[in-house]
């Protein structure tokens, strides 16, 4: 390896470990700001989701950690590292990232200031980090009990959201186009609280099931319903067997089924799992079979 090379990862790696000082959770990136440890799964196309529950690096975000000895296993497995992502969406700040591209030939800037305007909030003193491009990553902080997607110009063209399961480049991270750097003044700063107007904005609005809920079912089925579609990671399975559970208790469990599942579906739960957890509420309130 190039004696630069070796720099930039001992760079990095030095970045990787303030950051995670500060509570963001880290990972080695390559210089195409891709995860810079390959899936121990990729030569293995039937293998069923995994999350680094086999034990392996190589998960991407899911190698994310504030540990520093964690931190340096995964800089020593990949020296080829010249940056790293912060995850977004952990504990304790709930990053949310702002990404103003300029690659897209639209002034997102200004489409950031004109959607304040219609939207009445204004964007807090925070972190920007500037990109190799011309590019600027706004860090914002969102509530502990809100997941906010990833999403593409949904906001408005060449803004793009990094929330759960997504990261940004970090800070002093060097990439074939160039260096990522915080701009002058923000660099002490903490991520500012997203403003509710804009966090409103972030979030999908909630899907109905395709499958409706009986109308025997009443408002009771309904909020059963609803209930699930709130739930984010970590929920998903104890508030479908909740609901599951008071459903069949109140001799609506059969009806409401089908919309469970489809509402399961929506917060990412598969099929077979969604069903599982319904046969065992079923089974614990004496309605299994």
């Not at 190698?63 to 969406?89: E, N």
């Not at 009986?214 to 009771?220: F, I, K, L, N, Q």
């Not at 208790?249 to 969604?274: M, N, S």
Request: net charge neutral; proline share 10%; with cysteine.
């Amino acid at each position: 390896m190039a004696t630069t090379d070796r720099q930039a990862t001992t760079m990095a790696l030095a970045h990787a470990l303030s950051a995670a000082e500060r509570g963001l959770a880290v990972i080695p990136l390559s210089r195409t700001k891709l995860p810079a440890l390959r899936s121990p799964h990729r030569d293995d196309p039937l293998a069923p989701p995994c999350h680094g529950e086999c034990g392996r690096l190589g998960h991407g975000v899911y190698d994310a950690s504030t540990d520093p000895a964690r931190i340096r296993a995964l800089f020593a497995a990949a020296p080829w590292a010249t940056g790293y992502g912060i995850a977004c969406g952990l504990p304790p700040h709930h990053l949310i990232g702002i990404d103003l591209d300029t690659k897209s030939g639209t002034d997102s800037s200004a489409a950031l200031r004109e959607l304040a305007l219609r939207h009445l909030f204004t964007i807090p003193d925070t972190v920007v980090v500037l990109t190799p491009s011309g590019g600027r990553h706004l860090w914002l902080s969102g509530p502990a009990d809100v997941v906010v997607p990833n999403s593409a110009g949904r906001l408005a063209p060449g803004i793009d959201i990094r929330g759960a399961g997504g990261y940004l480049v970090g800070p002093g991270s060097r990439t074939e186009h160039g260096v990522y750097g915080t701009a002058p003044g923000t660099a002490h700063l903490a991520p500012a609280a997203c403003p509710p107007s804009l966090l409103r904005l972030l979030l999908p609005p909630p899907r109905a099931p395709q499958n409706p809920v009986p109308v025997s079912a009443g408002d009771h089925g309904r909020g059963l319903v609803q209930f699930v579609l709130a739930a984010h990671e970590g929920q998903r399975n104890t508030r479908l067997f909740w609901a599951a559970c008071r459903a069949y208790e109140d001799g609506i469990g059969p009806a409401l089924v089908a919309p469970l599942v489809e509402a399961a579906l929506d917060t990412g739960l598969t099929e077979r799992e969604a069903r599982a957890t319904i046969a065992s509420a079923a089974r614990m309130t004496g309605h299994g079979v």
